[in-house]
């Protein structure tokens, strides 16, 4: 039995692809095959919490979508198109498909790891986090943080030491929260959209 669909999803409309086609053909190496078809199954996967082989019979085999998924994660595409949703201008067709990038782009994860976490940040996109901002990690206020902490040092230096050390063990206590949560609950990633 299939996944059920957490997002609307319907195939892509002639101007939708129109809109992915240029990002896409820049991207791919490889045998001819229908694009079309497979950004489909793509968008169909990534509109349900499934695994790859609850991809229905219709849109093709799961293992060679999902081999088609891998490869253009490792082209970086999923980086590329938050650029292109993140550029685009409102009303653009682009931003129609802010919801399967943004969950395909949330797939990628587990296979270009931080990156992607870090540029929906900074692009200000929620949706391709994997949960809630504030259990994922933040790696620009670490690096304050972590800034910080090396100004604080001084003052040990300088005899400071009782006041330092209670810096130092919130800073840990910050740097700690930052880093984002090893674990996520099941009922909160089941609720973000």
């Known amino acids: 039995m299939p996944s059920p669909l957490r997002i609307p999803h319907a195939p892509l409309s002639d101007a939708e692809w129109a809109a992915l086609l240029p990002h896409i053909l820049r991207r791919f190496r490889g045998r001819p095959c229908d694009h079309r078809a497979r950004f489909d199954a793509i968008f169909r996967v990534a509109a349900t919490d499934g695994p790859w082989s609850d991809l229905p019979e219709p849109y093709g085999k799961p293992d060679t979508i999902s081999r088609y998924f891998r490869r253009l994660t490792h082209e970086g595409l999923w980086e590329h198109l938050l650029l292109a949703l993140a550029a685009a201008p409102q009303g653009h067709v682009l931003k ?59 003052s040990v230096v300088r005899g400071e030491r009782k006041r330092a050390f209670a810096w130092l063990r919130a800073m840990r206590k910050c740097l700690t929260v930052v880093a984002g949560r090893r674990y996520i609950p099941r009922a909160l990633r089941a609720c973000w959209p």
Not at 106 to 113: E, K, P, S, T, Y
Not at 130 to 144: I, T, V
Request: aromatic fraction near 6%.
């Open 96 to 154: 129609n498909l802010l919801g399967p990038i943004c969950r395909a782009a949330r797939r990628a994860i587990r296979l270009r790891g931080f990156r992607i976490i870090l540029l929906a940040r900074r692009l200000e996109l929620k949706r391709a986090l994997p949960a809630p901002p504030w259990m994922c990690p933040d790696p620009d206020l670490s690096e304050k943080l972590f800034d910080l902490q090396l100004a604080r040092l001084e």
